[in-house]
């Protein structure tokens, strides 16, 4: 295992906001720079502070007055491959509780696998404590690739979306179909860690009773509709065909029998396409075959604020191929793009969130040269 130092330069800490780019109703600010590789982020319930992973082990928290401070005591993490410290998430209670979700990849019988745990905010000492590992998705591959993932909370429950590891096996057999397998799966725990006994498969022979739906390839975003309190999210597909899910209890997304994707290298069909009667759940949206037309997504949130009010309702997610930041409106039981937001700045959108005081919208970016930056309108 390995852990890739942070180094925060005095010019860095105390960065002050500069402004980058505008246009088209809004501006583009950057808030910080130079964060090295990173992938998730959330805002502290006291509006001010966001904490901020970074792939390689490390944790940071932001704010506009003292830029960026490191936090000690995150897990260790193998930063390999695809793999390191990943999302993080501020339980809903953190008021009350302290406690920071969040998942990593770690090393367990048979390789390495991605984990779910969480731990206590100490502001004071800069450093997280009472740390506890809730949950190590099953079972342990010797892969570097495919591990999502990301967290959300609803209706008193903690859910994490996880990648199949890059599974090669293309059969009925596939890992991503295998109930016994929590690779390729979104789970579903109560806040301490437990299975709830109203998950779907609780009970069924062989089967991984922390599985709420399975099916996926690579879930990169996660988020809860405003509205309907569906969790909603964007996995990646097999050279295009990346999706968006609505997640349904027990619902079986396709992977790898049904894909909108094409097979790599060629202009074949992967699989054939999810289709009413089939058994799978259809997505939402697609986007279409080919590595020039996909949208491998990371990041992805409702637009809930005040600040644009023009975008009400709709869903941003980002691009990592296409380097953009895409507005996406509900319309005839899918999705149309409205607008491409940052196109041209040549920034991978790793994360998305959406600022709870002032309605700004967040965005990291990714790579070893990574940035916070916000966007606001140009009034």
Known sequence: ?????????????????????????????????????????????????????????????????????????????????????LDIAAAPDFTESGWLYMTWVGATDGGSTTMLGRARLDRDADTLVDFQLLHAVEPGIDSGAHFGSRIVFNDGHVFAGFGDRGSKDFSESHISQDLRSENGAVIRLTMDGEIPEDNPFVGHDGAAGAIWSYGHRNIQAMTVHPETNEIWLAEHGESGGDEVNIVERGGNFGWPLASFGLTYGSEQKFAAEPREGDGFVTPIHAWPAGREDHNPPSGMAFYTGDAFPDWQGQVLIGNLFHRYLGLWAEEDGGLSETARLMDGQNWRIRDVAIGPEDGFIYVITDGDDGRLVRLMPDD
């Open 1 to 85: 295992m390995s852990r890739s130092p942070f180094i925060a330069t005095s010019a860095l800490a105390l960065a002050v906001a500069m402004p980058v780019q505008a246009g088209s109703g809004y501006s583009v600010e950057t808030l910080t720079e130079d964060l090295d590789r990173p992938w998730g982020m959330a805002f502290l319930p006291d509006h001010k502070d966001m904490i901020i992973t970074l792939r390689g082990g490390d944790l940071v928290l932001w704010n506009s007055e003292d830029g960026i401070t490191p936090i000690a005591g995150a897990p260790d993490v193998i930063d390999a491959g695809q793999g390191g410290l």
